[in-house]
């Protein structure tokens, strides 16, 4: 899996995200200003498991990023405070190791 963090992501950045997030989880998303995003590129089984394990790791939202068409999943974005998004993203490493 590979992994990123954007601390203090600036709104064009939020908005080209968005626009690939499905309605119901972009509608959730787009009423708060965050202070980091992580983000997880990987194999769709993996980026299922890491929706699940970031929620319960910390104190996070995750929605998962569609990729060229609605069919191809390809990254799984993770909202929150940048202590709580960099908690999930340990948690992820960590598993892979």
Not at 76 to 83: E, M, N, P, R, S
Request: aromatic fraction near 6%.
């Amino acid at each position: 899996m590979r992994t990123e963090l954007i601390k203090a992501p600036r709104e064009e950045f939020l908005q080209a995200l968005y626009a690939n997030i499905k309605v119901p989880e972009r509608k959730l998303l787009s009423h708060d200003h965050w202070g980091a995003v992580g983000l997880v590129q990987a194999p769709l089984i993996d980026l299922y498991w890491a929706l699940d394990a970031t929620a319960k790791a910390s104190n996070v939202i995750a929605a998962l990023v569609s990729g060229n068409c609605p069919q191809h999943v390809q990254m799984l974005a993770i909202f929150g405070k940048q202590a709580d998004v960099q908690t999930a993203l340990h948690k992820i490493q960590e598993h892979r190791q």
